[in-house]
């Protein structure tokens, strides 16, 4: 696939998305890790062929709606986009396949999940994909961005107040920045404790300077918001 000219999406992660949730949940996606819970920090995620079985199962678009997601985003020519938690590559290879066609950085922090997609984007002939490892706190993002997609991986990011004040200087002006995370009371994803309210989310994202612009509903076990960068 062709990329089209200027367009970059970047996806990157604090941890692996899809195969975080595993260890919490049935097929669900990751949850948030905060540096306040270091305890939900050290978990492998070796086992990608597992993992992959699990989060790439096609069952898991009835609920997460993958393409109603990206289309939310409002994707426009030229634009560069962080999708942080690549794990095995679901939003990935979907916006890598999408009708703007954006070359696509997934950065990952482990290596096994950044083989894995260099793999994956090698069979589907994706060359508008490139796989890159991150750290916990340090996204190895390659440019500003205009979009950053977050999937079930916000309370995993250790340090969140210095990550995003960090992140947002990633970001040009203007940008967005959108999160999908279990709902408090939803059938997957991570324990009761470690999920936020719509509301928990803006406060901790406002004081990195992010204000909340839209809030879909459509989703059923997750929240899904778009926040710009003030």
Known sequence: MRAAAGMLIVAFGVM???VRAQDHGQAGGAHAKGAQHPD???HSFADVERYSKVFDDPARDAWQMPDRVIAALGLRPGEVV????AGTGYFTVRLAKSAVAPKVYAIDVEKSMVEHIRQRATREALRNVVAVQS???RSNLPEPVDVVLIVDTFHHIPGRAAYFTALKKLMKPGARLAIVDFKKGSPEGPPEE??????????ELAEAGFTLQTQHDFLPRQLFLIYSAS
């Open 16 to 18: 692996s998305t899809a």
């Open 40 to 42: 939900h920090m050290e």
């Open 82 to 85: 962080a999708d942080i938690g």
């Open 135 to 137: 750290t916990s706190d």
């Open 194 to 203: 470690f999920r936020f309210t719509a509301a928990q989310i803006s406060a």
